[in-house]
């Protein structure tokens, strides 16, 4: 082991400090068209750089990150999409680039799967920890996604994964 890897899972350090974004929610990846869907309407000029988008037949998603802890004090960030009513979703894209932005709560679903456990319309709490950055996933009433937000996970387990 040098100072570089990590002596729990012998992975380089910089494998553990990463985020995973999706490029789009996981529904939303079976239309024949994806961004080319009549009617798709997205917040920035492609789907990985939005953080808003509502697709017809499929309803209202914005982007969230979803922390998971690793054992020995290291993260990994997923960047999701979760499916909001599109009230909620007007009102994000009311105040998403003004002050307000900062007391922004949302409830939705996960609009992603995130391996290794799945996830896929676990109910989720938002909200902006940083008024520079997406808003976080804080809380859950699903057991699951509940345990993920708030405990430790082995590396493998995590790191082991295929990329989003």
């Known amino acids: 082991m040098t100072a570089s890897t990590c002596p729990s899972c012998g992975r380089e350090l910089a494998a553990h400090e990463r985020d995973v974004r999706f490029s ?9 068209e994806r961004e080319e869907t009549d009617g798709f309407w997205m917040s920035g000029p492609s789907a990985s ?12 998603f914005v982007r969230a990150l979803l922390p998971v802890q690793l054992t020995g004090g290291y993260s990994v960030r997923f960047g999701v999409w979760v499916g909001v009513h599109p009230n909620d979703l007007q009102h994000a894209a009311k105040v998403w680039w003004k002050p307000e932005y900062a007391e922004l709560r949302l409830s939705g679903r996960l609009a992603n799967a995130v391996e290794p ?3 896929l319309a676990a109910p989720v709490e938002l909200a902006v920890l940083d008024p520079d950055v997406s ?3 804080v809380g859950s009433s699903d057991e699951l996604l509940s345990a993920v937000l708030g405990r430790e996970w082995d590396h493998q387990l995590v790191l082991d994964q295929p990329p989003a």
């Not at 789009?24 to 024949?32: A, G, K, S, T």
């Open 49 to 60: 750089e939005s953080v808003m988008m509502q697709v017809p037949s499929m309803g209202a």
């Open 24 to 32: 789009l929610p996981d529904p939303v990846l079976n239309l024949p």
């Open 135 to 137: 808003p976080w996933c």
């Open 117 to 119: 456990w799945g996830m």
